[in-house]
């Protein structure tokens, strides 16, 4: 788990993590990532399709899976 300040290791399974988050602020955007929306700063959509997310303070790029573009169609 990437935090502002750390990199933290859970061993809790992703799956049970995510029912203890909020669904308005937590999104999963990949089988192994979870983003907080407001750190989202832009959704680039490519000619294909894809979907890469860049975030407030992260310099990595986050691509979002086919299962969960759907959640940035309107960005």
């Known amino acids: 788990m990437l935090t502002l300040d750390a990199e933290l ?31 989202i700063v ?9 979907v890469t997310l860049t975030l407030r303070d992260r310099p990595e790029k986050v691509a979002v899976s086919r299962s969960y573009a759907h959640l940035f169609r309107q960005m």
Do not use: C, M, Y
């Not at 290791?9 to 308005?24: A, M, N, R």
């Open 42 to 50: 832009s959704a680039h959509h490519d000619l294909l399709g894809k």
């Open 9 to 39: 290791l859970l061993h809790t399974p992703l799956i049970e993590l995510i029912t203890q988050l909020d669904p308005g602020q937590f999104w999963q955007v990949h089988r192994g990532t979870v983003v907080n929306v407001k750190q």
